[in-house]
């Protein structure tokens, strides 16, 4: 099947409408007509090949929610017309102890959902900037939001999951002090989910503008991360941090801030390198500093399932597919309360 899709030819490109294929479903595979996706940092990472390996041309996308439109002979799972979801994941290797354990993001072989490994043309994968998509039911998610926040709910495929999979390893709950540092897409996320597991949330911005905004996401606290004296007013207490920032900046400002065995996960990934954080600011109170990336298909299902019990979703700015270039140059000066999400009927459009 041909479908439009956008992406880009080169990393110094912007994205433009092109058509792709995907191919038929096989036996075990969801057909997938994408509703709407959500725009990740993730996604201008690789598009510029901030991370290198970048294969062009490059389809992202994965936040995706959509209406199943067929399924392979031997699907047990989904029926044509579900409501569901895919996220960063569409393939591993499925034999492994991570997979096992039903931790597929942390695989040797998992395939990203777009600009990994495939038999499939081109040679890898392309992602949900497109108007369908076919996924072996593995990966494939079941949303039990209502349908009127479908769009809402895509967020939650990426940045709901890499906020959702730490704060339950590090058992968050009631009694817990979290901060979260970046209030973009997934910073916006971990506040609501934080707040929802019972935990103090303590919100860390860059952004005078964002105060007022982040209690409204559920932050009890909010610090502007620039005043010394705010930062101090929080030594030595939190459990854990979670630091969603998309760019090199001072972790000892924040190391400081964790308590006896309190951990700072980063999840952030930005495109150089942290500047080394301090030893003995980890030692004199054994302190860890941590990394966690996205979560695995049963985490992300249970992900999805607290979030429609607990009316969580994201919030969104809904696009139209000839503004991602647009989003891009917003999402870099932090102008984005706090996910675009693609409306992709908008696609057809060119
Ligand atoms: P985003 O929406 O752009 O949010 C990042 C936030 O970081 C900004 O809103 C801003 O918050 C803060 N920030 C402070 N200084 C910044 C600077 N110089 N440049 C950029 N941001 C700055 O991005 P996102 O989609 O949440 O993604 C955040 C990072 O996580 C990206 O690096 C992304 O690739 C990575 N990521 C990792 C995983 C994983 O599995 N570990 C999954 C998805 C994404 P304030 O205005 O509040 O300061
Ligand atoms: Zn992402």
Redesign the pocket.
Known sequence: MHTHAYGAHASDQALEPMRISRRDPGAHDVQIDIAYCGI???DL?QVRSEWAGTLYPCVPGHEIVGRVSALGADVKGFRVGDLVGVG?IVDSCKECEDCESGLENYCDGMVGTYNGPTPDAPGWTLGGYSQHIVVHERYVLHVRHPESQLAAVAPLL??GI?TYSPLRHWKVGPGSKVGVV??????HMGIKIAHAMGARVV?????ES?RAAAKQLGADEVVV?RHAEEMAAHAKSFDLILD????P?DLNALLVLLKRDGTMV?????ATPHPSPQVFDLITRRRSLA????GGIPETQEMLDFCAEHGIVADIELIRADQINASYER??R?D?K??FVIDNATLAAG
């Open positions: 990740c940092h993730s990472h960063c990426c940045a890499t970046g209030i973009g897409g997934l910073g919100a860390f911005t860059t952004s964002k991360s969603t920032v998309a760019a900046h980063l999840v952030g990934a930005p990394g966690s990336m996205i999402m870099l932090g984005v706090y996910r």
